[in-house]
């Protein structure tokens, strides 16, 4: 069973940088797909980016990135710590929120499944970000 635990959120000025990192303390993600979503305050949670693990072995991962954060963030996996990161350059405002990270074992035939939330079994708890202006 995979257990996640985000942490790196705070405050932060806007233009700044934060990286979240997400720990697992139970089975390992090396052969899972992983993600990270966020609810902006009084939004349904929504997609950030995904790192896809191709069960093939001969597939380089693939990442994906919301428009919104295209450019900005970079997410990325440590397997020796078992961790996945989101490295978040020239934050805004717009960028405030709860992040939240998420894993999955399960191969999808469509790399569109990766954006849904419902795709991914194993969450953390969430991690505050706050972007002053």
């Known amino acids: 069973q995979v257990e996640l635990v985000e942490t790196g959120g705070g405050l932060v000025q806007a233009g700044g940088s934060l990286r979240l990192s997400c720990a697992s303390s139970g089975d390992t993600l090396t052969k899972s797909s992983v993600a990270w979503f966020r609810q902006l305050p009084g939004e349904e949670q929504e997609f950030v980016s995904t790192l896809i693990w191709h069960a093939d072995g001969a597939t380089s991962e693939t990442t994906y990135y919301s428009d919104s954060v295209e450019g900005r963030f970079t997410i990325s996996r440590d397997n020796a710590q078992n961790a996945i990161y989101l490295q978040m350059n020239n934050l805004g405002p717009e960028d405030t929120g709860v992040y939240y990270c998420?894993?999955?074992?399960?191969?999808?035939?469509?790399?569109?499944?990766?954006?849904?939330?419902?795709?991914?079994?194993?969450w953390g708890q969430g991690t505050q970000v706050t972007v002053d202006s």
């Open positions: 998420a894993a999955t074992p399960l191969v999808y035939m469509s790399d569109s499944f990766y954006f849904r939330k419902d795709s991914y079994s194993a």
